[in-house]
């Protein structure tokens, strides 16, 4: 019933725990799960735990957090694209979160090469014709700037896509909308600070809505600062189904009915 768009199910937290959770989430009845990759190193990981089961799949991309790690480049990505079970490109995008701490003081015109590894992955994502999963913090004017610049402007030849874990305005919901982007929304939307994020979830129209878990990061309430898995992903749906003051099945069908609109291949 329940579909997790958003995980990483082979960071270190989940080591030999894919009994547990796959047991969990039938329990929970979260059917699907998209195991994101945010480096080149981990994506045979990725990959081979998407082939392993029938209702998991796989994108291929680095986060713009990565450093010290292999840089993509477009052909790359595009030949990695092409292994099975792969459905997205991501994920990608731009973080100036926290410059000083995070960045070692560096300023965001230092992060060029952010802005050029987000260009490659709208590239592969448009030759592929995989939507890319977006990573956007911060930096939602670059963000929307590049994307547009990139020709993804809800054009023939854009990829599309989803603005993952989304935290921003509702003018920049507004804005990626308008590209013809989904927004995700993760556990943050249960956390008692983030009334501005739920008056956005109360706005996005719900056939461009997905949810997720980000797991292991960002367990919903009540399990918040626990390690996240998909089988907390219906907390997310309870939380909009509220908002909303619809049936939280109503909100589990239409986000599931978004995932195969937007990832195409979980169809095939
Ligand atoms: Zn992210
Ligand atoms: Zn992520």
């Given at each position: 019933m329940f579909t997790d768009s958003h995980c990483h199910l082979t960071f270190p937290e989940f080591a030999d725990q894919m009994p547990q959770i796959r047991a969990a989430m039938a329990a929970a009845q979260v059917d699907r799960a998209l195991c994101i990759c945010t480096k080149l190193e981990e994506f045979d990981d990725v990959q081979a735990l998407a082939a392993s089961y029938d209702n998991f799949w796989a994108s291929v991309g680095v986060h713009p957090?990565?450093?010290d790690i292999a840089e993509p480049s477009v052909e790359e990505l595009v030949r990695l694209a092409?292994?099975?079970?792969?459905?997205a490109i991501g994920e990608t995008g731009l973080d100036y979160y926290q410059m000083e701490e995070r960045k070692g003081g560096?300023?965001?015109?230092?992060?060029e090469w952010q802005r050029d590894r987000f260009r490659v992955h709208i590239r592969a994502a448009q030759q592929t014709r995989k939507p890319l999963i977006i990573h956007t913090r911060e930096a939602s004017a670059d963000t929307l700037a590049i994307l547009r610049e990139e020709g993804?402007?809800?054009?023939?030849?854009a990829a599309g896509g989803v603005f993952h874990c989304f935290t921003e305005t509702a003018e920049v919901a507004r804005a990626a909308l308008d590209l013809g982007f989904y927004i995700s929304f993760s556990g943050?939307?249960?956390?008692?600070?983030?009334q501005d994020l739920r008056d956005v979830a109360a706005f996005v129209p719900l056939d461009r809505m997905l949810i997720e878990t980000d797991s292991p990061y960002l367990?919903?309430?009540?399990?918040?600062g626990k390690t996240n898995n998909?089988?907390?992903?219906p907390f997310v749906a309870q939380q909009i189904a509220e908002l909303r003051k619809m049936p939280v099945e109503a909100i589990a069908k239409a986000t599931s009915d978004n995932f195969e609109t937007l990832f195409r291949e979980v169809k095939s």
């Open positions: 957090d990565n450093e092409a292994r099975p079970r792969v459905v560096r300023s965001i015109s230092d992060m993804e402007d809800a054009s023939p030849g943050i939307l249960t956390f008692k600070k983030a367990a919903p309430v009540p399990y918040r998909p089988s907390y992903v």
